[in-house]
Nanobody, 124 residues
């Protein structure tokens, strides 16, 4: 079992930055791929970014490419999402997720564990 706890969300003005953190329990964190997803009101949950177990490969949704950066610190059992140049359309609940397989995917169905989410609100 893996438990995931997100933090770092909040209210920020358009153009601002936030860094989300996701702390994971369990000694096997370093073998899991990790992903960030988001869900805006009235919309389906969508892929944002993913990172392989080693951090060697990262993947991004086109809408955030060049603005968001996913990273991980396996010694701290934590994955991060740095968000720059935030836009009002980035407003959503952000979730981190863990995939027991080491490769990273963009599909929600591939992830085995989910956090409770953290709210990000971007004011224009």
């Amino acid at each position: 079992q893996v438990q995931l706890v997100e933090s770092g969300g909040g209210l920020v003005q358009a153009g601002g930055s936030l860094r989300l953190s996701c702390a994971a329990s369990g000694r096997t964190f370093s073998t899991y791929a990790m992903g960030w997803f988001r869900q805006a009101p009235g919309k389906e949950r969508e892929f944002v970014a993913a990172i392989t177990w080693s951090g060697g490969m990262t993947y991004y949704a086109e809408s955030v490419k060049g603005r968001f950066t996913i990273s991980r610190d396996n010694a701290k059992n934590t994955v991060y999402l740095r968000m720059n140049s935030l836009k009002s359309e980035d407003t959503a609940v952000y979730y981190c997720a863990a995939d027991q397989r080491p490769r990273a995917t963009m599909s929600l169905d591939d992830y085995d564990y989910w956090g409770q989410g953290t709210q990000v609100t971007v004011s224009s």
